[in-house]
């Protein structure tokens, strides 16, 4: 009886194992069969992205390019600026709330903070497409710049909203492990409290600071519906924040949604585009965890 | 090497306080910049939201003819369902206004009430073969611009021309307007026109949908953390488990959407658009946040518990499902619940293995075609009419209520059951 408890349990721990494998293998073998249609240094290093493979043969471009290059521009476009306001953001909100907030305030924000972590992306990906981007184009047409009604700067400034939160909450809990006495050595000093904190607090918290920030940069590549809602298809190469781009999750997102035939190159497309997207996030985590294992700084 | 110390000048130090101040205020600009974040988000989607659950009326006095309806006097249920009703809702809008003559002007003055009259007034007669040949006042759901011309304060409106909205005066005048409780929200699926268009359906498809993530991840998780807590010894399979299960929790939704396309549809032959596979997919994404939350509250029950019982001679599993487990299990069940409401909300996943079709019915079971509440948000957030913005911001209202709720729930657990050893 004991034995085959146990083997049950075994076989739900080891469920994780198959997941990993099950998303690796699928993909995996997608991409490959994606790479005899199309080479994959075309993929990797092609500058343009027109999927639409032509209904007639003698079409125009009837095979189709996948060049995957525009992707990942947008989606680093993208990601930069959501980091760009989180990171700040979060992270000075942090402090403030670590350093500065009596706790009462601090037992006001931090749930806040985090009913902001609990909305559905989805949410956000309207409120990006209805409010933020006729927003930024209207300020874009008063001081004379021309601005998409899909820019990447209100995906990307929703979706820094989005990750403040995360941000806040991982710098939060490596300020707070920063011991005591080094805050008390430096004010003993004669530091004011900001240089204490510049000085010696974030130099001691820095490695978990990095790692949240890489997670958090993991997730907004990985983000998918407020891009989708937010950021348009057209695949330009740009960097450009006021124009329209388009990213890898949204790519795939349009690419498998609706009727599939499953050798064409389009759609197998879109499973090279998830590969080198959970490669991607999964070097970034363990990155993330190495940094932190590294160069943490033992105070016991 | 003791460097002279620097003369206390007073500029300096002023410099040195005022840069202090600067520093404070940044952060507290970085908190009222979420915050204002964050009451920009609500208060955008509750106020274009609130009108989701008004719906304008406007009643007719409808005429059934019974020659028009079932002149053989059948009675046969057939017969009713086939007749057309579009005709009597036209006759009562133009018996009440008998001065409109052009064909255009009548086709806009048909136009005030939703084309769903017709079905409306058909469900009424089978419900009640009675009313045919009598005269009697119904009300209907105007249509989705007057809806909106009469809920908007400032009524202006482009959708509506000038002699429609002479109209609506007169109707509202003779108290035929009238604006209620938008039951029909809560209690019909999608449809394509707005005034029409309930979340029944994708309501009832997330529920399903979370019944299978509940019903599979939940077991799985906590067999799992009971696993690695208890019985795993430190091995590299243990260890590349627990890799595992952190990573999984780093990969991005979407991603677990194609697996569950290529392995349960096109593998294993699934159904498409089904809550069962929704619900698959959703328990292996929620399945490493279950097993984190359970595993922290495993150890937060003590070893003398533990040791306890194994010297009163139980078996390390006895000790484990009658002591360890029942100890453990509020904190396991926050953790599930905060698991269930990140699924809850999660839309990408589902996108891709079509549970993001146009579906009008209210799904029976876990096979049925369905979506889930928040793909049917993304799908409102895509269409064109105006009106269904209020409807999307509506249906946000009542997913962001099921998910504060839930996170209440667990909070109310883990401060109930909270056990300090």
């Known amino acids: ?300 | 090497m003791i460097l002279p110390a620097p003369p206390l000048n007073g500029d300096r130090m002023k410099k040195r306080f005022r840069k202090e101040r600067r520093f404070k205020f940044y952060g507290i600009l970085a908190l009222s910049f979420s915050l204002l974040a964050m009451v920009a988000l609500f208060s955008t989607i509750i106020d274009k939201g609130v009108g989701a659950f008004r719906q304008t009326s406007i009643t007719l006095d409808i005429t059934l003819d019974q020659d028009a309806i079932d002149p053989e006097k059948t009675a046969l249920r057939k017969t009713l369902a086939a007749a057309d009703y579009n005709t009597p809702v036209k006759k009562a809008l133009r018996a009440l206004f008998p001065d409109v003559k052009k064909r255009k002007s009548k086709r806009r003055l048909y136009k005030l009430v939703s084309s769903g009259a017709a079905y409306d007034l058909r469900k009424a007669v089978l419900e009640n073969p009675k009313l045919i040949g009598t005269t009697f006042a119904m009300a209907f759901p105007a249509s989705a611009d007057v809806d909106l011309y009469i809920k908007s304060q400032a009524q202006d409106s482009t959708q509506i021309s000038s002699d429609q909205a002479g109209w609506i005066k007169k109707l509202q005048s003779s108290g035929r307007i009238e604006t209620g409780l938008n039951w029909r929200f809560f209690t019909s699926g999608d449809s394509r026109n707005p005034e029409l268009a309930g979340i029944l359906g994708a309501l009832v498809g997330s529920i399903l949908t979370m019944a299978v993530t509940l019903g599979l991840s939940f077991p799985i998780a906590v067999a799992a953390a009971v696993y690695l807590e208890e019985f795993a010894g430190d091995n590299r399979f243990t260890r590349l488990i627990e890799v595992n299960i952190n990573n999984l929790a780093a990969v991005p939704s979407i991603v677990f959407g194609l697996l569950g396309l290529s392995v349960f549809l096109n593998f294993f032959g699934l159904p498409r658009s089904a809550p069962l596979v929704g619900g698959m997919v959703l328990a292996l994404m929620t399945l490493p946040t279950i097993i984190i939350a359970a595993r922290a509250s495993l150890k937060a029950v003590p070893p003398s518990i533990r040791h306890a019982a194994l010297g009163l001679g139980a078996t390390k599993l006895q000790t484990v499902l009658h002591h360890v487990l029942p100890l453990a299990l509020p904190g396991i069940l926050t953790g599930a619940i905060i698991g269930m409401a990140q699924a809850l909300g999660e839309t990408a996943p589902l996108l891709m293995i079509g549970m993001v079709a146009f579906i009008v019915d209210i799904p029976a079971s876990f096979t049925d075609a369905a979506t889930a509440l928040p793909v049917q948000i993304y799908l409102w957030a895509d269409s064109p009419e105006r009106a269904f913005v209020e409807k999307t911001s509506g249906a946000i209202i009542v997913l962001l209520a099921f998910l504060i709720s839930m996170n209440a729930l667990a909070q109310w657990l883990r401060k109930k059951f909270e056990i300090k050893w």
């Open chain 1, 1 to 300: 009886m004991e034995q085959v408890v146990l083997g049950f349990l075994l076989l739900a721990a080891a469920v994780a194992v198959l997941t990993t494998l099950g998303i690796v293998l699928s993909l995996a073998f997608e991409t490959l069969r994606f790479f005899d249609k199309v080479p994959f240094t075309d993929f990797l290093f092609g500058l343009t992205w027109s999927p639409q493979t032509a209904l007639r043969a003698d079409q125009v471009a009837s095979a189709g390019l996948f060049g995957a290059v525009p992707l990942f521009t947008g989606t680093l476009l993208i990601s930069a600026i959501a980091l760009g306001v989180a990171v700040p953001v979060g992270l000075m909100s942090a402090i403030y709330l670590s350093e500065y907030a009596t706790p009462q305030i601090r037992n006001i924000m931090k749930p806040l903070l985090e009913v902001l972590a609990g909305v559905p992306t989805v949410v956000y990906g309207f409120f990006a497409a209805l409010t933020v981007a006729p927003l930024i184009r209207g300020f874009g047409e008063n001081i004379g710049l021309d601005a998409s009604s899909e820019s990447a700067l209100a995906a990307g400034l929703v979706m820094g909203i989005m990750i403040i939160p995360f941000i806040s909450s991982l710098s939060d809990d490596v300020l707070n492990a920063v011991p005591q006495l080094l805050r008390d050595g430096s004010l003993a000093l004669g530091s004011t409290k900001s240089e204490t904190i510049v000085n010696v607090v974030i130099p001691a918290a820095f490695p978990g600071i990095v790692s949240g920030v890489l997670l958090a940069a993991s997730r907004a590549i990985g983000e998918t519906m407020i891009v989708v809602m937010a950021a348009g298809l057209s695949a330009n190469l740009t960097i450009n924040p006021l124009e329209a781009v388009t990213t890898v999750t949204v790519q795939i997102v349009t690419l498998l949604v609706g009727d599939q035939e499953f050798d064409s190159a389009k759609t197998l497309s879109a499973f090279a585009l998830a590969l080198t997207l959970f490669i991607i996030t999964l070097a970034l985590n363990v990155i993330a965890l190495k940094v932190v294992r590294k160069y943490r700084e033992q105070y016991e």
